[in-house]
């Protein structure tokens, strides 16, 4: 369960159903939930978009919602979201498109809450690899929940993670 509050939890399982739906609804590539760490090359450039949550409750932190995606499923994503074809996609709507599949995420999330939270933009960085996303949540922040999913034989991680700072 992702404890967000004491009055305030969501199951792993909404979380990974949530994900599979945007994945497939909006990008039309499949994504698969899988429990068991794949066999797949952590050392490859990845795109980190997250979206930062406020909800609206007493005793509720900020909460940050991450979607780690190896760079290159990242641009066959935007280039299915822009109908690319077969040309490649830029940096810029690789990022974009990104920022719109976490903030996407993030507002199903937010449904899956008792209460409403206020999202803030969206954010996406370029990360060497996958060695941070695999340390999970940096401290003092709380893991609220995490889905592993594979694509094409491809990584992904969507992350839930509560701040620990009280701010």
Same mark, same amino acid.
């Given at each position: 369960?992702?404890?967000? $509050?004491?009055?305030?939890?969501?199951?792993? #399982? !909404?979380?990974?159903?949530? %994900?599979?739906?945007?994945?497939? @609804? /909006?990008?039309?590539? +499949?994504?698969?939930?899988?429990?068991? $760490?794949?066999?797949?090359?952590? #050392?490859?450039?990845?795109?980190?978009?997250?979206?930062?949550?406020?909800?609206?409750?007493?005793?509720?932190?900020?909460? /940050?919602?991450? =979607? #780690?995606? +190896?760079? !290159?499923?990242?641009?066959?994503?935007?280039?299915? =979201?822009? @109908?690319?074809?077969?040309?490649?996609?830029?940096?810029?709507? %690789?990022?974009?498109?990104?920022?719109?599949?976490?903030?996407?995420?993030?507002?199903?999330? %937010? @449904?899956? =809450?008792?209460?409403? @939270?206020? +999202?803030?933009?969206?954010?996406?960085?370029?990360? +060497?690899?996958?060695?941070?996303?695999?340390? &999970?949540?940096?401290?003092? $922040?709380?893991?609220?929940?995490?889905?592993?999913? !594979?694509?094409?034989?491809?990584?992904?991680?969507?992350?839930?993670?509560?701040? &620990? /700072?009280?701010?």
């Amino acid at each position: 369960m992702l404890r967000v $509050a004491p009055d305030i939890e969501l199951a792993r #399982h !909404d979380l990974s159903q949530l %994900t599979e739906i945007v994945w497939l @609804s /909006t990008l039309g590539l +499949p994504l698969r939930s899988t429990d068991h $760490a794949l066999g797949l090359a952590d #050392h490859e450039p990845i795109v980190a978009a997250f979206v930062r949550l406020y909800p609206h409750a007493r005793g509720a932190r900020p909460m /940050t919602v991450t =979607l #780690h995606c +190896p760079l !290159d499923l990242a641009r066959r994503a935007a280039a299915s =979201l822009y @109908s690319l074809g077969n040309r490649a996609a830029s940096d810029e709507q %690789t990022h974009h498109a990104m920022g719109h599949l976490v903030g996407i995420v993030a507002s199903g999330v %937010t @449904s899956l =809450l008792p209460v409403s @939270s206020r +999202p803030a933009p969206a954010g996406v960085r370029d990360e +060497p690899d996958f060695t941070a996303a695999l340390r &999970g949540c940096p401290p003092p $922040a709380r893991q609220l929940g995490e889905a592993t999913f !594979d694509c094409d034989g491809r990584r992904v991680i969507v992350r839930v993670c509560e701040d &620990g /700072t009280g701010e």
